[in-house]
């Protein structure tokens, strides 16, 4: 019997075309779009309804993710308590998230008990009435986890470190102060689900072992025409207004580590740069074995992990690098993220590295299509951009082809340092 020799890698295999199931596309009676994925073998469902009812749509900070957070606290039928008993009782469950730019209410059931429990989720989109004594409560657990979060030096530079691309006002840039949990009311909730959970600001994407049946159950619930909203064309527009200072410090009073963010405004999925991008940013730091990893956590020992990344808002994009060391070390962590940035800039990536790249993407590609659910939120990650599945072909034709002396080109382009915004929150020496 032939003894492997496991010190020798396999050779990596070629993987041609991917062809993934696509999605069939319905309308309800009163316009809503239903996308629909049948794939799996499971019979198991999840139905999302998607608002556009994120920040993006709200005035200040709190008012879409404690709107979402309360649609199942309470409808005129039934109490929150009612509502969670009655949908686990038939081993169903509601998922709900708020984000920049949308709201998601997610029902995951299987298929023979929908026409059981849609009447549930109907209630909690179409009848919520966000009670007075479950919104305070709400309310003082999300100061609780505030204040918690506010000691960590991480948390508070991630989220300051949106304002300093986009300016305080913005809702990419939202974040909640002590006073605004104090501030809130009950009835500024109302208002935006009044305005936001509207049957022509919804779509429903339906993924798991499907077919068009479920449209006609989904009709029933949510087809009607009594929950339109007057404003089918909502148009928001807000000006950025970045800091104009490149390099910040937030000093925090005891703290022994430092939090480092590092980046800048950039493009969203549209863009035709955008799909490279996504691959030189996995050399530098979006993966285990970054070039980012390798030389801070692998070779210094400054940090247990450091890590890179390019975020798709559906109205503007950020690159940002992040982590976070002791603060003994900040200055010479700082040092090396920009060395590493500055060789990305001036030499090109060996054939045998970027190679490994794009396998370890390739890979991660592929698991990502595993399940219904993974294929819904592809779709979804396309659909809002406006894009089609050709989307995909792109990308690892892209994937494929991309040369090393082209991501030199982009990393001239997109990495200058002196474009890039800098926040230490901690201590820095």
């Not at 999302?48 to 709190?62: I, M, P």
């Not at 918690?148 to 006002?169: M, Q």
């Not at 807000?238 to 405004?265: F, H, T, V, W």
Request: one cysteine or more; glycine letters at 8%; aromatic letters at 12%.
């Amino acid at each position: 019997m032939e003894i492997l020799d496991r010190t020798i890698a396999p050779p990596f295999g070629k993987i041609g075309k991917v062809d993934f199931i696509k999605h069939q596309e319905y309308n309800l009676d009163n316009g809503i779009p239903v996308y629909l994925i049948n794939a799996g073998t499971e019979e198991v469902a999840r139905i999302e309804l998607l608002f556009n009812a994120g920040d993006w749509y709200a005035n200040k900070s709190l008012i879409a993710s404690t709107t979402n957070s309360m649609l199942n606290e309470g409808t005129r039928k039934h109490s929150g308590t009612q509502l969670a008993e009655k949908i686990d009782y038939y081993g169903a469950f509601l998922e709900t998230e708020a984000q920049q730019d949308f709201s998601f209410v997610s029902l995951y059931s299987l298929n023979k008990h929908l026409g059981n429990v849609l009447p549930y989720l109907k209630e909690v989109i179409l009848d919520s009435v966000f009670p007075e004594k479950e919104f305070n409560i709400l309310i003082q657990n999300k100061k609780q986890k505030w204040m918690l979060s506010n000691e960590k030096v991480g948390d508070l530079c991630r989220k300051h470190f949106n304002r300093l691309l986009f300016g305080n006002n913005h809702p990419y840039s939202l974040i909640a102060d002590e006073e605004d949990f104090d501030n809130l009311r009950r009835e500024e909730l109302i208002a935006f689900y009044n305005n936001q959970y509207k049957s022509n600001l919804c779509q429903i994407i339906v993924a798991g072992k499907v077919d068009e049946s479920i449209v006609a159950l989904l009709n029933k619930q949510f087809g009607g025409n009594d929950w339109g909203g007057s404003n089918t064309n909502i148009v928001k527009d807000y000006s950025i207004n970045p800091l104009q200072e490149m390099k910040n410090y937030m000093p925090m009073e005891g703290a022994i580590q430092s939090a480092i963010r590092i980046g800048k405004r950039m493009f969203t999925k549209t863009h035709p740069d955008y799909l490279s991008m996504t691959i030189l940013n996995t050399v530098l730091g979006g993966y285990f074995g970054s070039r980012l990893m390798t030389n801070i956590r692998e070779d210094k020992g400054y940090t247990y992990g450091i890590g890179s990344g390019i975020a798709s808002l559906l109205h503007d994009g950020m690159f940002y690098i992040g982590t976070e060391v002791g603060a003994n070390v900040c200055n010479n962590a700082l040092e090396e993220i920009y060395k590493e940035i500055n060789i990305l800039r001036t030499d090109l990536i060996p054939n045998e590295e970027l190679d490994l790249v794009k396998n370890y993407l390739m890979g991660s590609y592929l698991k990502s299509l595993d399940g219904p659910f993974a294929l819904a939120d592809k779709y979804i990650g396309i659909k809002v951009y406006g894009l089609d599945y050709d989307y995909y072909d792109k990308y690892l034709d892209t994937l494929k082809n991309i040369t090393s002396e082209q991501m030199l080109q982009l990393a001239k382009e997109y990495l200058d340092t002196d474009s890039l915004y800098e926040l230490v929150v901690g201590k820095k020496n």
